[in-house]
Nanobody, 122 residues
Framework: QVQLVESGGGLVQAGGSLRLSCAAS????????MGWYRQAPGRQRELVAT???????NYADSVEGRFTISRDNAKNMVYLQMNSLKPEDTAVYYC????????????????WGQGTQVTVSS
């Protein structure tokens, strides 16, 4: 079983910064991609930033230039540096990995963390 655990969320003033971390652990066989999604009250879950296995990155237009995704492959960690935070960034942020479990080493499938709350006050 692949497990993802997010940390680093909290309350911050507008214009401030937070750094989210996601640790992948458990019986993973391979991780093809990792990224961050978020869901605000009354809204659909949306992509924030992702890595592909080749290292390419993809950002939502709303966070481009403010957020930076990074990773430490040796530690199976992915990070999201969030700068110039805005109240509209308030959401639960979820880590997502696409990969395979050693117990199910067939088709890759998504794994989700439990989320970490980010609240940006005006």
């Amino acid at each position: 079983q692949v497990q993802l655990v997010e940390s680093g969320g909290g309350l911050v003033q507008a214009g401030g910064s937070l750094r989210l971390s996601c640790a992948a652990s458990g019986s993973f066989r391979s991780i093809n991609s990792m990224g961050w999604y978020r869901q605000a009250p009354g809204r659909q879950r949306e992509l924030v930033a992702t890595f592909g296995s080749g290292g390419s990155t993809n950002y939502a237009d709303s966070v481009e230039g403010r957020f930076t995704i990074s990773r430490d492959n040796a530690k199976n960690m992915v990070y999201l540096q969030m700068n110039s935070l805005k109240p509209e960034d308030t959401a639960v942020y979820y880590c997502k990995a696409v990969g395979t479990d050693v117990s199910f080493p067939y088709l890759p499938r998504p794994y989700w963390g439990q989320g970490t709350q980010v609240t940006v006050s005006s």
